[in-house]
């Protein structure tokens, strides 16, 4: 927003949108996790490797990375000597830098990333990838931006400037850390994470089963910033993480969560056709304006409509919608019913959130009693309305080793909750 813009236009185009203030510069020697399958060819082809050989290589390579989880060209042994020496003096197979690492009793794992940063942030930026283990699932909560575009005012994330996009690498990196972390690739189960307490960790679902085989068998794009507003990385990334050749989480066990960026609604279904989430929050338009500022310039009723047209939308591909208790804002029972209403004929799903508090918010959780009040309304007019146990209660309490600022700490246990909050 630039100072000579009149206050009117502005009250009109009804909201600030933050730009970033950073663009991702690729090292000299970039890191091959993350590329696309074209991509990789045209790195292959930049290295000289010739066109009767790239479809071959690149097939070898997609496997080295993606099933064993290769973290030095060295590893590939499938792959000629010379070809691993070029590859090497061109190209890294590095992943987001882990900072810290805290694993709760119940088997929740969070990830402190470092990613690179310029200017006064040339130390870096930190995102959180949080995982939570369950009997038949692993979910892994991954981020999108470092802070972010919006300005909800419930998200402590919303205070935040938008420092940057994160790249598909770094948002595919995300998925290979955890995987590193959990020794959760083929053949690198005999080194899994030594030191880590692995009774708290449940055995990955065998082959069959609904976790693939995996430890990490779905994700949730709920981390920090809005995915629909980074949209060419988002989906460059879950197309790797998709492939079948590959990591192989299919697009059913993939969930994006938007606040509502009504155009990319429509190409997330079309070019990624992945789940979606919509955090809905409120059932007027006043009070989600309030609560989610980007209503102003996409409100409830046109939000719904593109949610009614999303591709392969049905009973057994529903959309979630997310709402966060907020005592006395949006939890009056009567909001309840009109939830139901307002989402009638809609495939859907309600995840009722409890709000985490951070410093300076004016708002509160709403008490338990309401949340499960208002839970039984949705869920007798025959809706899943799950209200998750907080995981990983434990080294939330421990954040403040991971970091000293207050506010990052906040920021991590949100993070935490949200992920907790999809896992059902
Ligand atoms: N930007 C995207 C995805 C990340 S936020 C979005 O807004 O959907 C993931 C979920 O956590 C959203 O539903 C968001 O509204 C919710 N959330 C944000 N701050 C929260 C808080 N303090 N307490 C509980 N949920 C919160
Ligand atoms: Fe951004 Fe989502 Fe937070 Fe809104 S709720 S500020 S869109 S991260």
Same mark, same amino acid.
């Given at each position: 927003?630039?100072?000579?813009?009149?206050?009117?236009?502005?009250?009109?185009?009804?909201?600030?949108?933050?730009?970033?203030?950073?663009?991702?510069?690729?090292?000299?020697?970039?890191?091959?996790?993350?590329?696309?399958?074209?991509?990789?060819?045209?790195?292959?082809?930049?290295?000289?490797?010739?066109?009767?050989?790239?479809?071959?290589?690149?097939?070898?390579?997609?496997?080295?990375?993606?099933?064993?989880?290769?973290?030095?060209?060295?590893?590939?042994?499938?792959?000629?000597?010379?070809?691993?020496?070029?590859?090497?003096?061109?190209?890294?197979?590095?992943?987001?830098?882990?900072?810290?690492?805290?694993?709760?009793?119940?088997?929740?794992?969070?990830?402190?990333?470092?990613?690179?940063?310029?200017?006064?942030?040339?130390?870096?930026?930190?995102? $959180?990838?949080? !995982?939570?283990? %369950? +009997?038949? =699932?692993?979910? @892994?909560? *991954?981020?999108?931006?470092?802070?972010?575009?919006?300005?909800?005012?419930?998200?402590?994330?919303?205070?935040?400037?938008?420092?940057?996009?994160?790249?598909?690498?770094?948002?595919?990196?995300?998925?290979?850390?955890?995987?590193?972390?959990?020794?959760?690739?083929?053949?690198?189960?005999?080194?899994?994470?030594?030191?880590?307490?692995?009774?708290?960790?449940?055995?990955?679902?065998?082959?069959?089963?609904?976790?693939?085989?995996?430890?990490?068998?779905?994700?949730?794009?709920?981390?920090?910033? $809005?995915?629909? !507003?980074?949209? %060419? +990385?988002? =989906?460059?990334? @879950?197309? *790797?993480?998709?492939?079948?050749?590959?990591?192989?989480?299919?697009?059913?066990?993939?969930?994006?969560?938007?606040?509502?960026?009504?155009?990319?609604?429509?190409?997330?279904?079309?070019?990624?056709?992945?789940?979606?989430?919509?955090?809905?929050?409120?059932?007027?338009?006043?009070?989600?304006?309030?609560?989610?500022?980007?209503?102003?310039?996409?409100?409830?009723?046109?939000?719904?409509?593109?949610?009614?047209?999303?591709?392969?939308?049905?009973?057994?591909?529903?959309?979630?919608?997310?709402?966060?208790?907020?005592?006395?804002?949006?939890?009056?029972?009567?909001?309840?019913?009109?939830?139901?209403?307002?989402?009638?004929?809609?495939?859907?799903?309600?995840?009722?959130?409890?709000?985490?508090?951070?410093?300076?918010?004016?708002?509160?959780?709403?008490?338990?009693?309401?949340?499960?009040?208002?839970?039984?309304?949705?869920?007798?007019?025959?809706?899943?309305?799950?209200?998750?146990?907080?995981?990983?209660?434990?080294?939330?309490?421990?954040?403040?080793?991971?970091?000293?600022?207050?506010?990052?700490?906040?920021?991590?246990?949100?993070?935490?909750?949200?992920?907790?909050?999809?896992?059902?």
């Amino acid at each position: 927003m630039t100072a000579s813009l009149n206050p009117a236009a502005a009250a009109a185009a009804g909201f600030v949108e933050k730009a970033p203030l950073e663009r991702y510069r690729p090292p000299a020697k970039p890191s091959l996790v993350g590329l696309s399958r074209v991509a990789l060819a045209e790195a292959l082809a930049a290295v000289g490797v010739p066109p009767a050989q790239r479809k071959m290589r690149l097939q070898q390579l997609w496997h080295w990375i993606y099933v064993r989880g290769a973290t030095a060209f060295d590893q590939m042994t499938s792959v000629s000597k010379e070809l691993r020496a070029t590859l090497e003096r061109h190209f890294t197979l590095a992943r987001p830098e882990v900072v810290a690492e805290q694993v709760s009793v119940d088997g929740t794992r969070k990830w402190l990333l470092r990613l690179p940063g310029e200017g006064r942030d040339a130390g870096g930026h930190e995102v $959180e990838s949080v !995982y939570i283990p %369950e +009997a038949d =699932r692993g979910t @892994l909560c *991954v981020s999108s931006q470092v802070g972010c575009t919006l300005t909800c005012s419930f998200c402590h994330t919303g205070t935040q400037r938008l420092v940057r996009n994160l790249t598909a690498g770094e948002i595919v990196g995300q998925i290979m850390v955890a995987r590193d972390r959990l020794g959760d690739w083929l053949g690198a189960e005999r080194l899994r994470a030594p030191g880590l307490p692995t009774p708290s960790l449940p055995s990955p679902a065998s082959g069959g089963g609904k976790g693939g085989g995996r430890f990490v068998s779905n994700i949730v794009m709920m981390g920090m910033g $809005e995915p629909l !507003y980074n949209f %060419e +990385a988002v =989906r460059d990334a @879950l197309q *790797v993480v998709a492939d079948g050749d590959g990591i192989a989480i299919s697009k059913r066990r993939i969930t994006l969560s938007t606040s509502g960026v009504v155009p990319n609604i429509a190409r997330a279904g079309a070019e990624i056709g992945c789940m979606l989430a919509v955090s809905l929050h409120a059932v007027r338009d006043e009070l989600r304006s309030e609560l989610v500022p980007l209503n102003r310039k996409y409100p409830i009723a046109e939000l719904l409509a593109a949610c009614r047209n999303y591709p392969g939308l049905s009973n057994a591909r529903r959309i979630t919608f997310e709402y966060v208790m907020l005592k006395g804002v949006n939890d009056d029972l009567a909001d309840a019913k009109a939830l139901v209403q307002l989402l009638k004929g809609i495939p859907a799903k309600i995840n009722l959130i409890p709000f985490n508090p951070w410093p300076d918010t004016k708002y509160e959780c709403s008490d338990w009693e309401r949340i499960e009040e208002f839970s039984e309304i949705i869920f007798n007019a025959g809706y899943a309305s799950p209200v998750r146990t907080p995981r990983g209660r434990d080294i939330l309490a421990a954040c403040g080793q991971l970091k000293s600022a207050t506010e990052k700490l906040s920021a991590r246990e949100r993070l935490a909750l949200r992920a907790m909050a999809m896992t059902d």
